[in-house]
C-alpha cells in the first residue's frame, strides 16, 4: 500500500514538473554565434575596415609631416636665430597636439561606426529570435554566449516592481562598508572609547 501511495505521489509530481516545463517552454542560443552566420556582418565588417583604413591613412600622412618637419629642424636649428626657433619648436608642438587628438577622435568615429553598421544586424537579429520564439511556443529565449547571461526573449507578465519595492522597504538596509547608517551624513561613527582611557579634551581646553 505504501508503494502504491509512494509510485503515485512521484507520478503526480513529475506530471506537474512536466507541465510546468511546457507551460514555461524554454530555448537558448548563441547570440555571438548568430551574429556571426548572417551575411549582413560580413558586409559591415568589410565596411567598418574600410573606413578604419581611411582614417588610419590620414593618421599617416599626419605623422609623416610631423617627421619631415622635425627633421628639417634638427638640419637647420643650427643656423637659426631664437625667434624662428621657437616658431619652429612651437610649430613641432601644434602639430603633435592635433596628432593625439586625431587619434583620440578617430577611436571614438570608428566605435560610433562600428555600432552604426551593426545596429540593423541586431535588429534584424531581434526580430528573427521574436518570431521563432511565438511560432514555437517558446516563453523565453536565453543568451548562452560566453560570459554572457542575458534573455533574448520574453512574453509580456506581470510587472512586480512595485511588490519587490514594497518588500524591500519593510527589509533592513544594507550595510555599506565604511558608510555609517542614516543620519550620521556619511560618516562612519567612532567606536566608543575603551574604559579607563582618557576622554578627549574639549575644544578651547589646555
Known sequence: ??????????????????????????????????????PETKTATEAAQNFLKGLEQELVAMQTEMDNKYKDYLEKEPTMSDMIKKNKQEDLQQLQTRIQEFQRQAEMEYKR???????????????????????????YVLDTSPQTTAVLYSEMGDDILTLVKKKLDSMPLA??????????????????AKSGAPAAPAKGGK
Open 175 to 192: 550595510v555599506i562598508p565604511g558608510v555609517g547608517g542614516p543620519g550620521t551624513g556619511g560618516i562612519k561613527p567612532l567606536p566608543p
Open 113 to 139: 561606426k562600428q555600432a552604426e553598421l551593426t545596429a540593423p544586424i541586431m535588429e534584424k537579429a531581434k526580430k528573427g529570435i521574436e518570431a521563432v520564439a511565438k511560432e514555437n511556443g517558446y516563453k
Open 1 to 38: 500500500m505504501m508503494k502504491s501511495i509512494k509510485k503515485l505521489v512521484f507520478t503526480v509530481g513529475a506530471l506537474g514538473c512536466l507541465t510546468f516545463a511546457q507551460a514555461q517552454k524554454i530555448a537558448h542560443l548563441s547570440y555571438d554565434s548568430l551574429i556571426s552566420l548572417m
